[in-house]
């Protein structure tokens, strides 16, 4: 049974890549210029080559470190403020607003702003941050809000220490949150990188040879990139899932 | 000698609680027997400091009370050693033992508690009140999920052991039954308002009352009538 439904999920996932590419090649064919559309087969060959030339694997290396950056540090920050947020009203009522005006202002504004501040190289970890901080510290917030108040007063009650209820109270309720914020911000921490990487030309990374690529209209290897990335943001979302499911065993069972 | 005295409660305009004393006596079992609703589960509230917004006085609270709430409120993805464990910072393994086994939980003491019955969890969180070691022990209809023949047995176990170790115990109940064979004092309470409407001294021995004794509905015939 578990067996008939994996292999379902297998080929109706494989049935959507396969609508995507049979579109796109008769798009190719129908546009009929390579400069414009190339066709999948040409991009493949484009793809085998950054792959087999090591270059596909050390620019996204250096995308991924930035991402992976600036989502820890949206992690420590978010959760930290999270907490504070979801512990105090006041403080909540006070930082939602900024946090709205944060999540509210366009990727590109932050991105003109920290070329100004910031050197090259700390850019996208920068924006990344600053992008994914706003939904770690409202899921986190609101997690700490829904925790069930009755088993807090039964923890203040028996003076119950702090640590401990962080432990045993909040930790259980504010994970469900977290691991769906960790999910949408995910895909987000790629795209938002290689946006950087394209406006801000670090000298390497995904969307610095992106952007060479638009450059010198070489249409095929700019796509070449654009399914490194999709490729990368699906495996590390089955990753995160696997990570999850193996460290939330204790809930779930 | 724990002293309440003229506790009022209101709820906006709504009266609850209506000059409200009682005495309660050290290492005696207190129960306090009302029809559902009529403001005891805020008395327990105002008594263990949950709620704060009354008038009245209360003197010779312990420092340390347990509650056991009537609703279970333990931690589901723990198992049931942990919920006990989870409100003590120094653990006392032999007191420990002791409860899982009087409230029949040794062979599920490692289960978490969101597999387990709403009988067993009512007998977990019971553990879990007497395992604090307070001086004071609310206990808020903490049989009502449980069956005849265990609540009956549970009952005998849990006065034995209150008895043992001279712990000053309220119950709040609706069930004349559960009062009468536990306790030393009953308090009847009239409602809406809640008010004390008279005070039962115990005299016979606990071990010679029974479930189906005629002083049970001596002590409650007005109700009844």
């Known amino acids: ?253 | 000698m724990i002293k309440i005295k003229n506790i009022c409660k209101n709820f906006g305009e709504l009266e609850v609680l209506k000059n409200i004393s009682l005495e309660i006596r050290p290492g005696k079992i207190t129960a306090i027997w009302g029809p559902s609703g009529c403001g005891k589960t805020t008395l327990f509230n105002i008594l263990s400091g949950l709620e704060k917004n009354f008038t009245g006085s209360i003197d010779g609270l312990p420092e340390k009370i347990s509650y056991c709430f009537q609703e279970d409120r333990l931690l589901n993805h723990e198992s049931v050693c942990k919920n006990l464990k989870f409100i003590r910072d120094i653990q006392d393994k032999e007191l420990l033992q002791n409860l899982l086994h009087i409230f029949r939980l040794d062979d599920i003491k490692n289960k978490k508690v969101k597999h387990l019955s709403g009988g067993q969890k009512q007998r977990v969180s019971i553990a879990r009140a007497l395992y604090f070691g307070s001086g004071l022990l609310l206990l808020d209809e903490p049989f009502k999920s449980l069956d005849l023949e265990l609540k009956l047995r549970i009952l005998k176990d849990l006065t034995a052991f209150q008895q043992k170790h001279k712990i000053t115990v309220m119950l709040i109940t609706h069930d004349a039954q559960e009062a009468y064979l536990m306790a030393d004092t009953i308090f009847t309470l009239n409602e809406k308002p809640c008010s004390v409407r008279d005070c039962h001294e115990l005299k016979t021995k606990k071990i010679s009352r029974t479930p189906f004794d005629s002083q049970i509905s001596g002590i409650f015939r007005d109700y009844y009538l």
Not at chain 1, 119 to 131: D, F, L, Q
Not at chain 1, 183 to 198: C, D, P, Q, Y
Not at chain 1, 230 to 237: K, P
Request: glycine share 6%; proline share 3%.
């Open chain 1, 1 to 253: 049974m578990i067996k008939n439904n994996l292999i379902k999920t297998i080929i109706s996932r494989m049935s959507g890549i396969i609508i995507i590419i049979a579109a796109w090649h008769f798009l190719s064919v129908f546009i009929a210029d390579a400069f414009i559309l190339p066709s999948p087969a040409d991009v493949f060959v484009i793809l085998r080559k950054l792959i087999a030339s090591g270059s596909a694997f050390n620019e996204f290396k250096i995308t991924f470190i930035r991402s992976i950056a600036g989502l820890a540090i949206a992690l420590a920050a978010g959760i930290a403020a999270g907490v504070l947020l979801g512990l105090n009203k006041i403080v909540y009522d006070v930082f939602h607003t900024i946090i709205i005006f944060i999540q509210s202002t366009p990727a590109i504004a932050w991105i003109l702003l920290a070329i100004i501040w910031f050197s090259t190289e700390m850019v996208p970890v920068y924006v990344v941050a600053i992008a994914v901080v706003p939904i770690i510290t409202l899921n986190c917030a609101e997690g700490i809000l829904q925790t069930d108040r009755k088993i807090l007063e039964m923890a203040s009650l028996y003076k119950v220490k702090k640590m401990k209820v962080l432990r045993y109270i909040y930790l259980p309720a504010i994970t469900g949150y977290l691991i769906s914020a960790v999910k949408i911000s995910l895909g987000l921490t790629f795209r938002v990188a290689v946006m950087a990487e394209v406006l801000v030309h670090p000298g390497s990374g995904v969307g610095e040879k992106m952007n060479w690529a638009r450059i010198n209209i070489e249409t095929g290897e700019v796509l070449a990139w654009t399914i490194i990335i999709v490729a990368a943001t699906m495996i590390f979302d089955q990753i995160v899932n696997l990570i999850f499911k193996f460290s939330l065993r204790k809930y779930n069972d």
